[in-house]
Nanobody, 119 residues
């Protein structure tokens, strides 16, 4: 059974940091590119960061460049999003997404984790 489970969300003050994790099971993580998306109330879901299958290539939305960092550990079946210098506009539900690159499968989504940046 394919499963993506996000964790690490919560309430943080502006300027603070959070570390989100995406735990994958039921498939070979190294066959998939992984992206983090977010969706704020009343807004469309948007991609925040993406990482290639082996982690050699990353991409970020302009709004988070220099503040967020995506990484992966295929041996541990986890993908991490380190979020620093958080702003109120980063408040959203964050989702992990997996799409097959070496296999024709996906996309798969996690259930999301809430991030709230507020004083």
């Amino acid at each position: 059974q394919v499963q993506l489970v996000e964790s690490g969300g919560g309430l943080v003050q502006p300027g603070g940091s959070l570390r989100l994790s995406c735990a994958a099971s039921g498939f070979t993580l190294s066959d998939y590119a992984i992206s983090w998306y977010r969706q704020a109330p009343g807004k469309e879901r948007e991609v925040v960061a993406a990482i290639s299958t082996a982690g050699r290539s990353t991409n970020y939305a302009d709004s988070v460049k220099g503040r967020f960092s995506i990484s992966r550990d295929n041996a541990k079946n986890t993908v991490t999003l380190q979020m620093n210098s958080l702003k109120p506009e980063d408040t959203a539900v964050y989702y992990c997404n997996a799409i097959g690159i070496k296999v024709r499968a996906g996309p798969y989504w996690g259930q999301g984790t809430q991030v709230t940046v507020s004083s």
